[in-house]
């Protein structure tokens, strides 16, 4: 915490890779074990041969990116403007704090 230069108030960045965020669509009191769920709803979908990307709009315009199966967006409903969950355990990403540049931590 020290050596990244993390305090209260302060800007920091984190970062985690798009297959590892887990989509959860709508908000039905499911229960999960990930403490970071980070609710919004979907902002675009990017359709590849076998999977596709989804954009979620968080509240305050943040935009988180997963990447599911396509047969993963039909089953959950995902289109723009549905309501939708980003669901990251804790050690699928990394923490970057200002010092005197950007420090990561992972």
Request: charged fraction near 15%; glycine fraction near 14%.
């Amino acid at each position: 915490v020290q050596s990244l230069g993390l305090a209260l108030g302060k800007p920091v960045m984190a970062f985690v890779k798009a297959p590892w965020v887990i989509v959860l669509a709508g908000d039905e009191g499911v229960k999960f074990s990930a403490r970071n769920q980070l609710a919004g709803t979907v902002e675009s979908l990017s359709k590849g041969a076998v999977n596709s990307e989804v954009a979620i709009k968080l509240t305050g315009g943040t935009l988180v990116y997963a990447v599911v199966t396509n047969e993963a967006v039909l089953e959950l409903g995902l289109k723009p403007g549905v309501p939708a969950s980003a669901l990251i355990k804790a050690g699928f990403g990394g923490i970057w704090g200002r010092t005197r540049g950007w420090r990561s931590w992972q």
